[in-house]
């Protein structure tokens, strides 16, 4: 394979084994059937060598934002359901105080609509429990005045319903 102009060094035996959309690649009349080099000019050379190392072992090793949800995409695209579970598993383990706020906007801005949900309602109930830090991080401050106003509105209705169902006021 080459992606970015470098080599990364693969079976077709392994990827045939291992994913669907290879094992289809390889076994009908695909261009890429016949060819000894196959080139990918779609996803970062990092993030499309993650994803092929974890088709040799199961394991995601990435840990910035951007590559996480460009190994989702890639997952999405080529039909790989565990690495999307896996890769949603990591986004959320990732979550802190001081990122939410940058991963919330990234998520926003992804045009993939059936994980998008889950994400950003992940990263909202994060939001929700650590509201008071939250809105003290420098992610925060450097969004627009209407985010931070929708935030904020959506925080206190998000508190003000928990201590009504929690029966303090009573």
């Known amino acids: 394979m080459v992606v970015e102009k470098q080599s990364i060094y693969v079976h077709k035996v392994i990827l045939k084994i291992r994913s669907t959309y290879f094992r289809t690649m390889f076994q009908t009349d695909w261009i890429e059937n016949k060819q000894s080099i196959i080139e990918n000019h779609n996803y970062k050379y990092i993030v499309y060598k993650k994803f092929l190392e974890y088709l040799y072992t199961g394991r995601i090793n990435l840990s910035s934002f951007e590559n996480l949800l460009d190994l989702l995409r890639l997952a999405d695209e080529f039909c790989e359901k565990n690495l999307q579970t896996d890769c949603i598993r990591k986004i959320k383990k990732t979550i802190n105080v001081s990122n939410?706020?940058?991963?919330?906007?990234?998520?926003n801005e992804m045009t993939v609509e059936h994980y998008k949900k889950e994400l950003i309602k992940y990263c909202f109930n994060f939001y929700f429990k650590n509201m008071t830090n939250v809105i003290r991080t420098e992610s925060f401050e450097e969004l627009d005045v209407e985010t931070k106003s929708m935030l904020i509105d959506k925080g206190k209705n998000f508190f003000l319903s928990e201590i009504g169902n929690s029966g303090y006021l009573e």
């Open 100 to 107: 939410v706020m940058r991963l919330f906007k990234i998520i």
